[in-house]
């Protein structure tokens, strides 16, 4: 079975300053997506970026971006320019190329604080 | 474009009496439905998907149950409410673009 960690329960950055946050998953699947989705204070969950495991270019979504390491199954968010927006909770999740269901798993999540 | 409706948005249920939640989605057709729930500052526990009209899978037993009567609607019901069902429910929905969209959430405390 698949699974998501996200070892980091709570960050917090400067305004303007850059900060990862750290996602790894466990599969025997080859071909996968991964996601990344922010919970800001109003609970609404909303897509950050999505990467395709076949593909080996990271994703980028502005100020969002990826480090994809297949090998090692790790899967981290890079904000740059934090802004006091982007103060949320962030849920990396998992999802099966083949899968006719759509299932995610999601990891724990890692609140994120933005200080002024 | 596509948009999803969730409600109601909070409700507050004592302890014995029915639940009933609902989701809608327009601007698609025959997409994958879901119900999640979320404990205070935790992660996401998926309860239910619907991949069409009638067809639902349980993912985890409890006191909860979902139903699909039409392509694009998506119901959770309970006929008793415990109090271990409260917390933040929340639907979603997919189609091929492997992306899940969600709705706005309802809050639940049964009390």
């Known amino acids: 079975a698949q699974t998501v960690t996200q070892s980091q329960p709570e960050m917090s950055v400067q305004e303007a300053e850059t900060v990862t946050l750290s996602c790894t998953y466990d599969t025997s699947e080859n071909n996968y997506y991964l996601f990344w989705y922010k919970q800001p204070p109003s609970r609404q969950m909303i897509l950050v970026i999505r990467?395709?495991?076949?593909?080996?270019q990271n994703a980028t979504e502005n100020r969002f971006s990826v480090n994809f390491q297949k090998a090692a199954k790790s899967f981290s968010l890079k904000i740059s320019d934090s802004q006091l927006g982007d103060t949320a909770m962030y849920f990396c999740a998992f999802r099966r190329l083949t899968s006719n269901t759509g299932k995610l798993i999601f990891g724990q999540g890692t609140t994120l604080q933005v200080k002024p | 474009s596509q948009t999803i409706h969730q409600w109601p948005a909070t409700l507050v249920q004592p302890v014995g009496s029915p639940l009933s939640l609902e989701c809608t989605v327009e601007g698609t057709s025959n997409p994958n439905l879901y119900w999640y729930r979320q404990a205070a500052g935790r992660g996401l526990q998926l309860l239910f998907y619907s991949v069409g009209i009638g067809q639902i899978s349980s993912e985890v037993p409890q006191n909860l149950s979902a139903s699909r009567p039409q392509d694009r609607q998506f119901i959770l019901s309970s006929k008793k409410l415990l109090l271990s069902d409260s917390g933040f429910y929340l639907c979603?929905?997919?189609?091929?673009?492997?992306?899940?969209?969600f709705g706005a959430g309802t809050r639940l405390s049964v009390l």
């Open positions: 990467q395709e495991a076949y593909k080996q």
């Open positions: 979603a929905w997919a189609t091929g673009q492997n992306i899940q969209y």
